[in-house]
């Protein structure tokens, strides 16, 4: 779609939501998104900005996006995300947030790490209207994955992964379950979350377990940091502190950590399925391959799961 479709198209919502003062220039500039949506920055006379997102093919198979009306709304009052303006199931218009957007560069970063923690845990500490689920985000996903990529193999290796999840005595909280650092806008010491596609009811320890492995687009397994043990502890300390609002034990923090190993294997396993539905879907350009992507993943799932014990 080219930008000046894109920018009517953004005019039109504007205007039907009385946003789109007469006689005023409208600029639209595409900008950095995610893999499968295209973002656009909507600018009206340099005085009000907009995020314009024009959600990509076939996403209606992936995404809910009843439910992640329901969980911005809620985010964006307690200022975890910026205010989305209207949303359906071809587009979304947000409030236009200040700041950068973080990347690897900030992986070293215990500050950062702090911040995050903070908010993730803010984040899992909310309530949305009618948030049950017969199942979590997790067991739900993966078992439509594996039913859309229709894979002996990986379907095998999946409920195998499911059993051992299952096993496990676990709660649910309202989940990013997409939370990297270039879903991070930072300015100030202050930070927002975005991308909330994925957003459900699912294991916290998920959502941790996501954050510990950040990239850039991999290709390889080589291209995935992970944060050193040290910012590990920092991260779960400051998360736990806040959640509960008391200082969690060594003790704690080690068992928590070590249970978030199994949730790191499922994280690279589930993303690692994704790929290969992306790819199935003819989904690739020049700067990102996703039968490699999911090579990388699937990798990175073996190499976790082997330190997991359940």
């Known amino acids: 779609m080219a930008n000046k479709d894109i920018c009517e198209n953004a005019c039109a919502v504007l205007d039907s939501l009385h946003r789109l003062p007469k006689g005023k220039d409208v600029l639209c500039e595409k900008i950095a998104g995610g893999l499968t949506n295209t973002m656009y920055l ?7 900005r907009y995020v314009f997102r024009v959600n990509g093919f076939g996403t209606e198979k992936l995404v809910d996006r009843i439910e ?3 969980v911005l709304e809620q985010a964006a009052l307690a200022r975890i995300c910026p205010k989305v303006i209207y949303i359906d199931e071809k587009v979304m218009l947000q409030e236009f947030c200040p700041g950068r957007t ?3 560069s900030s992986i070293d970063d215990p500050k950062i790490h702090e911040l995050i923690a903070k908010k993730l845990a803010t984040f899992h500490l909310l309530s949305v209207e009618n948030p049950a689920r017969s199942e979590p985000w997790f067991t739900k996903t993966l078992k439509s994955y594996l039913l859309e990529l229709n894979d002996p193999k990986m379907s095998d290796l999946g409920n195998e992964l499911l059993r051992k999840i ?9 989940c990013h379950n997409d939370l990297r650092l270039n879903n991070v806008i930072y300015e100030d010491d202050k930070l927002v979350f975005i991308d909330f596609e994925y957003a459900a009811m699912n294991f916290p320890e998920y959502d941790i377990a996501h954050y510990f492995w950040q990239h850039e687009g991999a290709q390889t397994a ?3 940091r992970t944060l050193t043990s040290k ?3 920092l991260f779960l300390s400051e998360y736990l502190q806040a959640y509960y ?8 923090i080690n068992e928590i950590l070590q249970r978030i190993r199994i949730f790191e294997a499922a994280n690279h396993f589930l993303w690692s399925v994704w790929s290969l539905i ?9 700067h990102f391959c996703y039968i490699k992507n999911s090579e990388a993943r699937f990798a990175k799932y073996r190499e976790c799961l082997e330190k997991a014990t359940i």
């Open 222 to 224: 080589s291209d995935f």
């Open 278 to 286: 992306q790819h199935r879907f003819g989904r690739s350009d020049d």
């Open 68 to 70: 992640e009306k329901r």
């Open 166 to 174: 299952e096993s496990m005595d676990f709660q649910l909280t309202l």
């Open 102 to 104: 973080l990347g690897l």
């Open 245 to 252: 609002n008391v200082e969690p034990s060594e003790k704690l």
């Open 231 to 233: 910012d590990r502890k």
């Open 42 to 48: 909507i600018k009206i006379d340099n005085e009000s």
